[in-house]
């Protein structure tokens, strides 16, 4: 069967095709070949958006998880597959990311065995390389599934709980770390971003848009799938990111007060504009739209708020990353075309490996036998043992 | 010995022999060019008439030593930051880090290194002095021991009244580094970074870091907990169900319950 052509699959030849042109010219005549990096600006979007939004926005499948299996909010079964293979695929671009910008990736292992416990990168990338494990075995079950290994599935079923755990904790490690990357340029980065709360705000940011993005990829879903939406659960994540959102932005502000830079924020200058349009639009805005029941229990209410949030978190990372160090350094960085093209392709790749999972594996149907089974073995054998 | 350089910025008279004496010692092809590269790690600025040597400051605790994933950057025990190119990933992490942009890249290369003064830690470890420190004709640049070098910058500013500014920079900024200047004006004026912490800046990390072990732990168990008690909750629930149905498939669950 001849694949149609649509409108979405010419795009995404179209993008993947430059993404492959600035590939070659990337690993075969170097950084300064591909990209607008320099000297003065060693980090640019590759960082600033690939790997710390690529990070922040799957901790979905960290938040879901938890739910799901520890704190046994059954209802939410439903969107925990796909919530775990968003944060698995996820988590894969970024380390395909991570190759591209690091300049030698071929020994992207070191770290393994040369250690500096001293350094945030170290931490970060052995948390994201036994995380991204952890997503392996979460997601494995739904590959069992298909490949009809009960055995297998039985066995990592049994192992659920601390591997959620873990998970969980690597996930609270290395989303705050990625923050914490910055603490050791007091000097560097513009007040209006840098505190010693860096740590703490990425990971609250991360958990909130995390559900966010729970809520955007399931309307995408449903568009793409013809899925029908579980309303109620999305509702219920709109309304914990209201709680989680009000806490990081009172804690922020009463830092921003705090250190005395809040009057930096009216100052009318680039990052100060920057910063309003970070907080304004893709924080404050998507907190209130969510604290209205109307909009809340609206399909496209709730996904402009979830969109607004996803744009407004995705602002911040590139804000400390980009804009904070611009304004700290006095050098303008803006990515060439290459690097927007491998960017734009990271992204495009994800959708499709989502498209062909969605396609292939049991990802939304409802799998109600074995988890029923396996629940009465539990039962019996617990029984049994007494 | 704990070697260290002083520079005297009033007796530079902007030669280059230093930079020249650089790219020799470590075989650093091209120019001297206008700017720290990967191919020149040190260079003289000319700030209205007077020289100012630019390098790599040694840190006494650096940050691009501590930033580094794999330790590719490291404080040797003679003194100078190295850089063991055999382990560096090329994350870069080092040049973001460092509070005075020394860290270079080679960027037209496709496989690159990071590239910055290593005060000669290969001659410094055998007993030598640094290459530009023994070139230097006005004796601007001056090699030697920490201590001997920061009481001999002291002595200067004491016993010159009115020919330097009283502070020797590089005693205290970011905790201390290894290669002091003295100048007859503000070095603010003179482009050095104004803003550094007197502290080292490592700690600023260090605070953060240093709390993991608590998080796991803590985080652990409380989560470890959280599961106990709903799991058992849940269980409970599903056997006062299933008696209440007089499910007569499972007898003697309330005993595996009670537990």
């Known amino acids: 069967m001849r694949p149609r052509i649509t409108f979405w699959r010419t795009v995404f030849v179209a993008i993947v095709a430059a993404g492959l042109w600035a590939t070659w010219v990337r690993f075969s005549r170097g950084l300064g070949a591909s990209t607008n990096l320099s000297d003065q600006f060693p980090w640019g979007l590759w960082i600033g958006f690939d790997v710390l939004c690529g990070v922040g926005l799957a901790a979905g499948g960290f938040a879901i998880t938890a739910t799901v299996v520890i704190f046994k909010l059954e209802r939410f079964r439903p969107i925990l597959r796909p919530t775990v293979l968003t944060a698995f695929l996820g988590y894969l671009l970024v380390i395909v990311a991570l190759l591209f910008d690091l300049g030698r990736p071929y020994r992207v292992w070191h770290p393994l065995v040369m250690w500096n416990p001293h350094s945030v990168m170290f931490e970060v990338g052995w948390c994201v390389m036994l995380y991204t494990t952890v997503l392996s075995l979460e997601f494995s079950p739904v590959v069992f599934e298909r490949l009809r290994l009960p055995r297998a599935q039985r066995i990592l079923h049994s192992i659920s709980v601390p591997l959620v755990i873990l998970g969980v904790l690597l996930s609270t490690l290395h989303q705050s770390s990625l923050g914490s990357l910055w603490l050791i340029l007091p000097g560097k980065v513009h007040p209006l971003w840098y505190t010693p709360l860096l740590p703490v705000f990425f990971f609250l940011s991360a958990l909130a848009v995390g559900l966010s993005m729970v809520i955007l990829e399931s309307h995408l879903s449903g568009k793409a799938f013809g899925k029908r939406l579980e309303m109620d659960l999305l509702t219920d994540l709109a309304r914990v990111f209201v709680v989680v959102q009000a806490v990081y932005l009172v804690w922020r502000f009463q830092d921003l007060a705090g250190r005395g830079a809040l009057g930096l924020a009216v100052s009318g200058s680039f990052p100060a504009n ?51 160090l611009e304004a700290g350094t006095g050098v303008r960085y803006f990515p060439s075309w290459m690097e927007i093209a491998v960017t734009m392709s990271i992204v495009a790749v994800g959708f499709g490996l989502f498209g062909l999972a969605v396609r292939h594996l049991p990802i939304f149907e409802q799998h109600e036998a074995a988890p029923r089974r396996l629940r009465r073995m539990w039962v019996v054998r617990g029984a049994n043992a007494a | ?181 003295l100048a007859n004006q503000p070095f603010e004026a003179l482009g050095f970074p104004a803003n550094l912490p007197g502290s080292s800046l490592p700690d600023y990390t260090w605070q953060a870091l240093s709390k993991i072990p608590n998080v796991v732990a803590i985080g652990g168990t409380a989560l470890l907990g959280i599961s106990w008690i709903v799991h058992r909750r849940m269980r409970l629930e599903r056997l006062a169900v299933a008696e209440a149905a007089g499910d007569p498939a499972q007898p003697r669950l309330q005993e595996g319950g009670a537990r």
């Open chain 2, 1 to 181: 010995m704990h070697a260290a350089m002083l520079i005297d910025t009033t007796r530079c008279v902007g030669c280059n022999a230093c930079s020249e004496a650089c790219k020799e010692a470590n075989g650093l092809p091209g120019e001297i060019e206008s700017d720290l590269t990967a191919r020149t790690w040190t260079r003289v600025r000319d700030v209205d008439g007077t020289y100012v040597r630019q390098m790599c400051m040694h840190c006494e605790h650096p940050s691009c030593a501590s930033v580094c994933p794999v330790g590719a950057l490291y404080k040797s025990e003679a003194g100078p930051v190295a850089y063991d190119e055999k382990k560096c990933i090329g994350c870069r992490y080092c040049m973001v880090a460092c509070p005075f942009g020394i860290p270079k890249y080679e960027w037209d290369r496709a496989l690159p290194r990071v590239q910055k003064c290593i005060g000669c830690v290969g001659r410094v470890e055998k007993g030598q002095m640094t290459a530009c420190a023994e070139i230097c004709p006005a004796e601007a640049t001056t090699f030697g021991d920490r201590d001997t070098l920061l009481a001999e910058a002291h002595r200067r500013i004491r016993e010159n009244p009115g020919t330097y500014v009283e502070q020797v920079y590089g005693e205290n900024e970011v905790g201390g580094t290894s290669v002091f200047f």
């Open chain 1, 274 to 324: 920057l910063f309003l349009l970070e907080v304004g639009l893709g924080s404050l805005l998507p907190m209130v739209m969510f604290a209205i029941p109307k909009i809340r229990h609206n399909q496209t209410g709730l996904f402009w708020g979830a969109a607004l949030a996803v744009t407004g978190f995705v602002l911040n990372r590139l804000n400390v990353s980009i804009t904070g």
